[in-house]
């Protein structure tokens, strides 16, 4: 696997995929909130999850990271996507080369 650092359109492209999933969330919110006590709810909970998802998926296909101690680039799986703290740019990932934990460098995978 192959990859590279990130551009100034694939910045763009994601923070307006992020707006869309806000706008969305907001929306779906809007709409489900006026059910019938509990459905709206429920409905709403799951269409956040499903989005999560569709995100989660997005960004193990999309990103890999690049540890910042040992500059080794890796690919993480959908679950750690899920279960591992992001901030913009970044992910708190184990290395799987020198088992450091650090904010991994997320880049951008070629295929
Ligand atoms: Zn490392």
């Given at each position: 696997?192959?990859?590279?650092?990130?551009?100034?359109?694939?910045?763009?492209?994601?923070l307006?995929?992020?707006?869309?999933?806000?706008?969305?969330?907001?929306?779906?919110?809007?709409?489900?909130?006026?059910?019938?006590?509990?459905?709206?709810?429920?409905?709403?909970?799951?269409?956040?999850?499903?989005?999560?998802?569709?995100?989660?998926?997005?960004?193990?296909?999309?990103?890999?990271?690049?540890?910042?101690?040992?500059?080794?680039?890796?690919?993480?799986?959908?679950?750690n996507?899920?279960?591992?703290?992001?901030?913009?740019?970044?992910?708190?990932?184990?290395?799987?080369?020198?088992?450091?934990?650090?904010?991994?460098?997320?880049?951008?995978?070629?295929?």
């Amino acid at each position: 696997m192959q990859y590279r650092e990130h551009n100034e359109t694939d910045k763009r492209t994601n923070l307006l995929l992020l707006l869309f999933a806000l706008i969305l969330i907001a929306v779906g919110g809007a709409y489900l909130a006026p059910l019938k006590w509990p459905f709206g709810l429920v409905i709403f909970l799951g269409f956040i999850a499903m989005l999560l998802l569709v995100l989660a998926k997005w960004q193990t296909n999309k990103f890999g990271y690049r540890c910042p101690a040992c500059t080794h680039e890796f690919d993480i799986k959908m679950i750690n996507a899920f279960l591992t703290p992001h901030v913009w740019g970044k992910k708190y990932l184990k290395c799987p080369e020198c088992y450091k934990s650090q904010w991994a460098i997320e880049i951008i995978k070629i295929k």
